[in-house]
């Protein structure tokens, strides 16, 4: 291992394309791992970071690595580190405020990587960290589904939303989902209960009595999720305006984050 890695980045935000840097291997601290990467996904949240539609919220230093969400083998580790031992092969997502998956190396806490499943390659396994735990989070921790509970995942054909589908099926919850004809076989084999296609005709039309919507989309689609609602029901989107608890989590005021 030398002492420098090539890695991709941006040396200014709303660059248009990213460039190659060459950089020094990261160090690490005792509870960390050195993983040499082995693939990287790409996720729209690179792109938004990229042309700086997150300073407000994450103020990166330049030259800045992207990259969100990996899969390597563990190269070095450090002195505190207990789960992982040098060849293991894992997968995982940094911190926000520690990205760079577009590299050679990544230093990152032993707490944010897992062991890669055998039966995935590097490929595969690199493209589950970020929208594996969006979308746990979003059923999980905030919308609290529930074994019975009907929950609309918009976009069931996206990156979010195959992984969001086959995550609620196994909480035994029913699904819906919104996807076009090319996308009905793909979500049919992943468990999806109704399928809408978006093409011909809208959700709010055929849908009702929901307990929860994901909302990957935004917009029209955001306003037209809450018609379909029950009462008390909730709403996760990954596209509206910030609220309260994004404002907490990342520390900004009102000034800068509306409450929902």
């Not at 899969?71 to 580790?77: H, L, N």
């Not at 894992?90 to 806490?109: C, S």
């Not at 890669?116 to 929208?131: G, M, R, Y």
């Amino acid at each position: 291992m030398g002492q420098t890695m090539k890695a991709m980045g941006i040396s200014e935000y709303k660059q248009e394309k990213l460039e190659e840097l060459t950089l020094a291997i990261p160090e690490i601290s005792a509870n960390e791992v050195l993983v040499e990467i082995v693939a990287a996904s790409i996720n729209p949240i690179d792109l938004k970071i990229r042309d700086g539609k997150l300073k407000m919220l994450l103020n990166y230093d330049m030259p800045l690595v992207l990259g969100n969400d990996f899969a390597g083998r563990i190269a070095k580790v450090g002195k505190k580190v207990t789960k992982f031992k040098v060849g293991d092969e894992v997968y995982g997502r940094p911190q926000k405020t520690k990205i760079g998956t577009f590299a050679e190396y990544l230093a990152i806490d032993q707490g944010d990587i897992a062991i890669k499943p055998k039966n995935l390659t590097f490929e595969e396994a690199a493209s589950i960290p970020l929208v594996g735990l969006t979308s746990y989070q979003a059923l999980h921790d905030i919308m609290q589904v529930q074994a019975g509970d009907k929950v609309l995942i918009q976009a069931g054909s996206g990156g979010i939303g195959t992984i969001a589908i086959q995550l609620a099926k196994l909480m035994d919850v029913y699904v819906a989902t919104t996807v076009s004809d090319r996308g009905k076989d793909l979500v049919t084999r992943l468990g999806a209960d109704q399928i809408v296609n978006y093409r011909k005709e809208n959700f709010a039309d055929v849908l009702s009595d929901f307990d929860d919507v994901y909302d990957t989309l935004g917009g029209q689609n955001l306003t037209d999720g809450f018609k379909i609602l029950k009462s008390g029901g909730n709403i996760v989107t990954l596209s509206g305006t910030p609220n309260a608890r994004f404002g907490k989590e990342y520390g900004v005021g009102l000034k800068q984050c509306y409450l929902d």
